[in-house]
């Protein structure tokens, strides 16, 4: 059997909506049993598949949670109090369902709390957790100080304020948590405005996904120093290993166009006016051009204390701007209406390097930020 909260047996009941319940009793799993029960119940208050499996499967279940915590209380487990709670608070959570279904009375008139049972073992819980978290500490490693967090958390959950778990809650995230440095190279000064562009937006990047909820922080080098950083653990150097900005080509092409029977005037024949048709022609030059920007970023990761290269990778991005029109000389009736509005474009002023030297590093961001989030994904 298992102990969710009331938040997960509120999940259960999506999916379960069709379910009496009899199937869940009868293969033993008791709350499961209740859940389905009384969520069928509560569409339907009169269903009897669904009071039969209620009336039989919550003694039992409560019984099973009761045991559950008595064993807890009179083991050695090092959380013993915090899981004694746990099965009371399931009983608690059978209770609340129970108590919002009205065609549940019906069968369970009495529901069986325990709030005020549970009191009295939050202090014993909390100590437990506060030792346990003390002990964690003490192992002087990354990966206990991340343990020794959670227990300082669950004694401040149960008694806030417990002797000075604030304090040790403060170290133990301190200690938990990577220290990365983030140097980002800067471009040359031509492309300053862009180039801080780019870092700050990289740095926002880390900021709002790296919050105070996750075990990882990045510090930039002024950050670090600023803060008196004594330890860090990890180096995260980025830099443009070679970029080009605005790179022009322009292609020309000319050609012929010609249209038949096109009526280019009149003419008197036996004292009559008749339209005359002939071929009318055109050149065409057309002009095509491109704006190429493109670059190569690199991303390195070190380990501080070793110097090893941990992680090594280049991202590519590409831009490229263009600019299309056309003239011609001739009749314009040779030509076809997609060629004419070709004409009546004009070459365009393509935008500055910095405007240019932004558009190619949109890929390359959505890629350094990706390879960021997967090389950190499991620490």
Known sequence: MRAPHLAIATAVFLTIACSSGKKAYERGDYYEAVTQSVNRLRQNPDHSKSLEALKNAYPLAVEYYEQEAKNQIASNAPLKWKSAIESYNTINGLYELIRQCPGCKKVVPNPKEYYAEIGPLKEKAAEESYNLGIDALMKGNRMEARRAYFNFNDAQKFVPGYKDVVEYLDKAKFEATLKVVLEQIPVPRRYDLSGDFFQDKVESY???TYTETTFIRFYTPGEAKGENLQVIDQVVRIEFDDFSVGNSVLREKTETYSKDSVRVGEAKVNGKVVPVYN????KLTTYHKEVMSQGTLSMVVTDAKTNGVLDHKKYSGQYVWVSEWARFNGDERALAEPQLRLCRLREQQPPGPQDLFLEF??????????GIR??????
Request: zero cysteines; charged letters at 15%; aromatic letters at 18%.
């Open 361 to 370: 590093t949109k890929p390359i961001y959505n890629q350094l930020t990706s």
């Open 374 to 379: 997967g090389f950190y994904q499991n620490y």
């Open 279 to 282: 071929t009318v022609k055109a």
């Open 206 to 208: 880390l900021r709002n």
